[in-house]
């Protein structure tokens, strides 16, 4: 079930879209001009939508050189810059062995 409302264009062209564990998935449609909000902060992105298991959104390393973030692997941060000059830190998921280990 879609939770964007809003139809795809066709590209006139595919673009192979490469996984992590080295599968490849071909999107040839597009939905400009959406909206992708972390933590309360707007920005702009397009969508190519495709099936990935249980993930809703994918963000391109594009998208994000775009935007000049950074990525700290160890920490599992993306630091965002922001025109005010604030830095957006979007932080990745943690197992509960982590979270644990965080607390003693």
Do not use: Q
Request: aromatic share 6%.
């Amino acid at each position: 079930m879609p939770l964007i409302n809003a139809k795809p264009n066709d590209l006139n062209f595919s673009y192979v879209i490469e996984m992590a564990n080295g599968e490849s998935e071909e999107a040839n449609k597009i939905i400009r001009g959406c909206t992708l909000v972390l933590e309360d902060v707007p920005f702009s992105i397009d969508w190519l939508p495709f099936e990935l298991g249980s993930f809703d959104v994918i963000v391109g390393m594009d998208w994000l050189s775009k935007l000049r973030a950074e990525i700290v692997c160890h920490e599992r941060i993306i630091r965002i810059p922001l025109p005010n000059g604030d830095v957006l830190e979007v932080h990745g998921e943690r197992s509960e062995e982590d979270l644990k280990h965080l607390e003693a």
